[in-house]
């Protein structure tokens, strides 16, 4: 299992790059071959992070999440296998060089910073259901995070090329405003109710399991923040009628603040969300 | 390849003299009958829109020459053509001709979609007709996969490049669906017609009339068969409720002003709403384009729109061209090997028949559950025993000329003399099997 991790961890980078520069190839010079190429190009980069993470679980017996960077190669798994199904089922593959580009990014941080394999070493903490499920949904939450910042900034990025009239390429390529603030949109949704989810078990059942759990952990504070900052966003949306314009920005605020703010308390504070 | 290309189109001819010679959809069979009937080709077709009327022709005998065709179509049209009104192109050079007009390569307006579906009319029509052997016939559907494959793959055809157009597209840009969007056509002349012609093409249904002159905005309403009337007056105080506003009047003052605009943004719950002014002078204020999801495109903007198109397809030309030279290559090895068909086919048959007077000959020695995997047996055994002159005959690295050299050495050496005579087209490997999809 080791030398497979190690192999995968080698080769997913490339087979991840491989598949930008396809769709990016399809996006910018819909190339016959590019356009040909860029699923088969998606689908062994999926392949690949399946054995990795599938290697790496069996290593260690439970799931990947010692470390945020860990996370990170997570959130990037589901963010492709995300993209892809949207792919399948509504045939839209204007967007997949920018969800490509952001599962790169994130699985190349994630393996840049993560510990090698071997230097890992199990919590049993880990191994309770209602941690693994806390984790899983706060996984699934942030992940629809990332995806509705990127419709949300390519819904940015399409409103202000129609507003000065510059009508290029994002222009040609990209899916239509509304289409797009609907993603984004039904993406914070999905976020909002799993983030809540992975809010209560953390409130309800992590005091009992976790010695050192408290209520003023920084990460703890900063994910409420983020939950509220998506809810009344969307609130605004349905309640006060807040322009889609504006929800969106909201919601990247959010999910730049998680960024930032995950990035200096990993770095910078310390918690009980340390598994190592 | 013995094709021959006459036509005029709009490079080659004033308005004045296309507009003479273009064949009408019931006058094309019998003109197809009497391009064959006279004897002077074995195979037609004739494509005419209203840009281009182009005749090819298979000539049925040799010498010929293309004026023959500028003849008969001067007598079909009871036109007197001058020399400098018509193109004649021969072989390989009427084959591109006709892959680039169906590419959009040739058309006026480069990258104009409907030539695809005027070609394939054309290709219908011939074919119908009984017009089309196999030299035509394969030219057509190669210049139709040709076609659609510089749709496919390149930008060609991509941007709309006509002032309704662009405002559709720009429509389709923002809203998802469009279908269901509430419209205004402000103005009942030529202009809002086309535009509600062309969101109602895009399945916008909900379209509202209004104009200064209700009579003639009813009457557009009629010309349309679809639409509801709005008196202009309510126009302020209805605004929030369309999604899609186009404005083309004649009126010299603004219609929609920005405090409508800004009203109407307030009561819309950040909808988002297009404003399209299609008129001259103005009739929507430029200022409305601040307000935040108020989309307010003026002439100008939409003119942008339309040079950027045509930018971006006048730059995909190069690789339209490379996609044409490819097909053509193709099509002219499948030309190459069209001389020795008949050797083919009379090789088969040989074989064939070998095989077949040999078992007979032995039926009796066998039963029929044996015989019958004899019979098989033996039908391998002739087909790789033929299998190997025909791959050397279907060699697509030969040139020409050896091609027929090779023909004649199969037809000594298998003494083949007068026992071809299959009309076969050569047989398709993979490269040339370029059949267009008719579903497009």
Known sequence: MLALARICEAILPLAYSSAFAIYALAFFRKEEGAARWRRPALVVALLIHTALIYAQTMYHGHCLVYTPFEMLTLISFTITLTYLIVELASGERGTGMFFVGLALLLQTISIMFSPAVEDQSANPVLLNDAVGLHISAALIGYTAFAISAVYGGLYLMLYHQIKSNRFGTFYQRLPSLQLLERMSEKSSIVGVAFLAVAIAIGLIYLPGVLPNFHYYDPKLIVTIAVWAIYASALLAKYVIKLEGRKVVILSLVGFFGTIISMTLINFVLSGFHRFQ | ?440
């Open chain 2, 1 to 440: 390849m013995n094709i021959y290309a006459v036509g005029t189109s709009h490079k080659h001819a004033p308005l004045t003299i296309r507009e003479r010679i273009v064949f009408g959809d019931e006058e094309l069979p019998a003109a197809l009958q009497d391009l064959r009937r006279g004897g002077m080709a074995s195979e037609a077709a004739i494509v005419s829109t209203c840009n281009r009327t182009e005749i090819y022709v298979v000539p049925n005998a040799e010498p010929f020459h293309a004026d023959a065709v500028r003849e008969w179509l001067g007598r079909w049209k009871k036109v007197d053509l001058q020399q400098g009104h018509l193109f004649s192109l021969h072989a390989g050079s009427a084959a591109r001709h006709l892959f680039e007009v169906a590419s959009g390569v040739d058309s006026q307006v480069i990258g104009d979609i409907q030539v695809i579906g005027q070609v394939r009319t054309a290709y219908q029509c011939a074919r119908q007709n009984g017009s089309l052997g196999k030299v035509l016939d394969r030219l057509f559907s190669t210049a139709l996969h040709t076609g659609k494959r510089v749709k496919s793959e390149t930008e060609l055809f991509a941007g709309a490049v006509s002032i309704s157009y662009v405002a559709v597209e720009l429509a389709k840009k923002i809203f998802h669906p469009i279908a269901g969007k509430r419209t205004l056509v402000i103005g009942a002349g030529d202009t809002g017609d086309l535009a509600a012609r062309n969101l109602h093409g895009q399945g916008v249904t909900n379209i509202t009339i209004t104009n200064r002159t209700e009579s003639r905005g009813r009457e557009l309403i009629g010309r349309l068969g679809f639409g509801s009337w709005m008196p202009l007056e309510t126009l302020p105080a209805r605004l929030h409720e369309f999604d899609i506003v186009i404005v083309s009047t004649g009126a010299p003052n603004y219609l929609i002003t920005y405090d409508h605009a800004r009203a109407a943004a307030a009561r819309r719950d950040g909808e988002p709403q297009l404003i399209v002014d299609i008129s001259m002078p103005r009739n929507v204020d430029p200022r409305i384009d601040t307000i935040p999801m108020i989309f307010c495109k003026d002439l100008n903007d939409l003119n942008s729109v339309v040079e950027s198109n045509v930018e971006r397809r006048r730059a995909e030309l190069p690789r339209a061209e490379l996609i044409i030279a490819d097909e053509l290559a193709k099509f002219s090895a499948w030309c190459s090997l069209l001389p020795v068909t008949p050797v083919i086919a009379g090789l088969k048959r040989w074989g064939e028949e070998i095989a077949r007077a040999e078992l007979e000959k032995n039926r009796n020695r066998f039963g029929a559950a044996d015989f019958e995997k004899i019979e098989k047996l033996v039908a391998s055994v002739v087909k790789k025993i033929i299998g190997m002159p025909m791959g050397h005959l279907l060699d697509a690295q030969t040139d020409a000329e050896r091609v027929l050299m090779k023909a004649e050495y199969v037809k000594m050496l298998f003494n083949l003399n007068g026992t071809a005579g299959d009309d076969e087209a050569p047989p398709m490997n993979s490269s040339t099997n370029n059949e267009p999809d008719r579903t497009e």
